[in-house]
């Protein structure tokens, strides 16, 4: 198995700990340098940025059906887009991870 394949499988694994199902790999690059010198260890290892895409899972009807009448197609509109995060990661350790497009607040 190559490095990069361990970094990808190293990105699956600390997505599948989010309550999320299905994980794809969309996108992949290396790591910008902002973030392995913030987060990670400079000239150490390899480092990349890893774009995964996520389904809501088995509760996404519960959370159509629970939310106001006037609101669920937004909502189920909302939830069939999925869930993106940005990891970056090598393939021992993630140093960073952000849900894209998600204000969390």
């Given at each position: 198995m190559s490095t990069s394949d361990d970094i990808a499988n190293r990105a699956i694994r600390f997505a599948e700990t989010f309550q999320f199902t299905n994980p794809q790999i969309v996108r992949t690059k290396s790591a910008r340098d902002e973030f392995v010198a913030r987060?990670?260890?400079?000239?150490?290892?390899?480092?990349?940025?890893m774009e995964i895409h996520m389904d809501w899972g088995p509760n996404q009807?519960?959370?159509?059906?629970?939310?106001?009448?006037?609101k669920r197609q937004d909502v189920e509109s909302f939830l069939k887009k999925g869930v993106k995060i940005l990891v970056v990661c090598s393939a021992r350790d993630v140093i960073y991870h952000e849900f894209l497009g998600m204000d969390l607040d």
């Open positions: 987060y990670g260890t400079p000239n150490s290892t390899e480092y990349r940025e009807q519960k959370i159509i059906n629970s939310s106001k009448i006037e």
